[in-house]
């Protein structure tokens, strides 16, 4: 099985999760954690950590952040070099996260994120009239 968890800064992450789930219906292992303001590294840190304590060993785990680069990618980052189960996705959108969601079971974690990068150009694009 393979666990979502959204890490954002502000509200985007419980936002875009609440909103999936009119897509998917409700789903186990799916969660978010935003970081709020004046909240650190340390406590972000501890916050995934207190997450991952909920995942059996060998299961994976894909961790959707917002900007590449900022506080939640990093600390994210730095988790995942630690655990080889673990890929991090930047730049969360709505159909990325419902095609991760609906397209998770029977795959590996290598699979799936190779399938969101391949039909992440899909998910952006100019309207002309």
């Known amino acids: 099985m393979i666990h ?3 890490v954002t800064h502000g509200m985007m992450a ?4 609440q909103t999936a789930k009119m897509f998917t219906g409700e789903q186990e ?3 978010y954690i ?6 650190g590294q340390e406590e972000l ?9 909920g995942i059996p060993e060998r299961e994976q785990l894909l961790i959707f952040c917002d900007i590449l680069g ?10 995942a070099f630690e655990n080889e189960n673990i890929s991090i996705f930047y730049g969360v959108n709505l159909p990325i996260l419902v095609s991760a969601i609906l397209s998770r079971d ?5 699979d799936l994120t190779s399938l969101l990068v391949e039909s992440s150009n899909e998910s952006l694009g100019l309207s002309t009239l």
Not at 14 to 17: N, Q
Not at 45 to 53: G, Q, V, W, Y
Not at 70 to 78: D, K, L, Y
């Open 34 to 39: 935003s970081l709020e303001e004046g909240m």
């Open 106 to 110: 029977g795959q590996s974690l290598l």
């Open 14 to 17: 419980e936002g875009i999760v």
């Open 45 to 53: 840190t501890a916050l995934i950590n207190e997450e991952m304590k």
């Open 29 to 31: 292992n799916l969660n």
């Open 4 to 6: 979502i968890l959204v």
């Open 70 to 79: 900022g506080t939640p990618f990093n600390v994210s980052s730095r988790l």
